[in-house]
């Protein structure tokens, strides 16, 4: 007779994957559209330029191929503290944490910061993995709701006021700058209103901010050219005291996901702590990338990168929302984002939204479904797409195939 085995964690007993990932195998049905992942367009990656930052990682000598400080590699830390400082934040080596893309930085803070019930608030629509990951720590997860203009801080300070001391929230966690998935960017008043909040209930401010340079009405010639982050308003409204606000960032959306760059912006006791859970993980991320990802900053290639992605995006996102804005209403309604790579679209409540999964995936056109972003209380009739990885013939083809899906779904 077989031995009984241990049961797993009680997070894990019965756990659900990610909403997005398990979409995949609709993916390799041949002539599938994919409007779904957050996919970087192929086309935009420097191939060139990262195979000439490889050659001169690899000429350092053996140095990229061993182990490496758990903090990272200091010429990429400095370049990165570089690069915060150009985006208007208080920033040197020693404030980085280099992370195995920014999703494991999120993952490191909640380890570092959060227990079973604790409080987390996320803005409403959410990324997917912060509320998978939120999930798994067993948080107590509180919405806060979103408008044309981002998070709403009126809506967010109404539910602190009224929430017991002992329920008050360990952190906050945001996508500002053209969110993931409504494409927002949070306005500069409701920075400063989240900031005094954080500071008056004392709560973290997650930032997550891997969209901020895709922004399509920067000028050419000004990658770094962007809102002031959260953490900068932190760092003006806190003074003397300590900034609230921890800055995630990464190279997967400007310059190739493979490499596995991210980095935190923190102060020095929480980073220390987030270092402390990472050498649990993977001990430090890969010396090899790192090492690729400072030749390749330090080589002057990334602004024209950048430009380059800010364009081609543009005409993505363009050829996306005027093709569904265009001709007879196809029952799909979305706005004009100012960056980033998603669009957030509403359905008329005559559609049937599983029926226009369902016929859209008969037509070959595949999206998120709107319910992947709600920790509760979804609304269905919802859906997120992303313009970044096909390019425009294939978008305006996608687009005659969700008018198609949505006719055949209608009520």
Known sequence: MSPVLAPFAAPFAEPAGSPIRELFPYLSRPGMISLAGGYPSPSLFDAEGLALAAQQAMAQGQSALQYGATEGLAELREALALQARERGMQAAAADVLVTTGSQQAFDLLVRVLVEPGDTVLVEVPAYPATLQALRLAQARILPIPMDEHGLQ?????????????????????????????????????????????????????????????????????????????????????????????????????????????????????????????????????????????????????YPATVQ???????????????????????????????????????????????????????????????????????DLHTLRMSFAAPEVPQIAQAVERLRTAAQQAAG
């Open 153 to 301: 801080t009126d809506a967010l300070a109404q539910l602190l006021a009224a929430l017991p001391a002992q329920q008050r929230p360990k952190l906050l966690y945001t996508v500002p700058n053209f969110s993931n998935p409504r494409g927002t960017l949070l306005a500069a008043e409701r920075r400063e209103a989240l900031v005094g909040l954080a500071l008056e209930y004392g709560f973290r401010v997650v930032e997550d901010d891997p969209y901020g340079e895709l922004r399509f009405d920067a000028p050419d010639g000004a990658p770094q050219a962007m809102p002031a982050t959260v953490r900068a308003t932190g760092e003006r409204l806190a003074a003397a005291g300590s900034n609230p606000v921890v800055y995630l960032s990464s190279l997967s959306k400007t310059v190739a996901p493979a490499l596995r760059v991210g980095w935190m912006l923190a102060d020095a006791p929480l980073l220390r702590r987030c270092t402390v859970a990472k050498q649990t993980a993977d001990l430090c991320t890969s010396p090899l990338t790192q090492s690729i990802a400072a030749c390749y900053l330090h080589s002057g290639r």
């Open 308 to 378: 380059r992605a800010r364009r081609e995006y543009q005409r993505r996102m363009q050829a996306l929302v005027q093709g569904l804005s265009e001709g007879e209403d196809s029952g799909i309604r979305c706005s004009r984002p100012a960056g980033g790579m998603f669009v957030w679209a509403e359905l008329d409540r005559r559609i049937d939204p599983q029926k226009l999964f369902d016929a859209a995936v008969a037509q070959g056109v595949i999206y998120v479904p709107g319910k992947a972003f709600y920790p509760a209380a979804p």
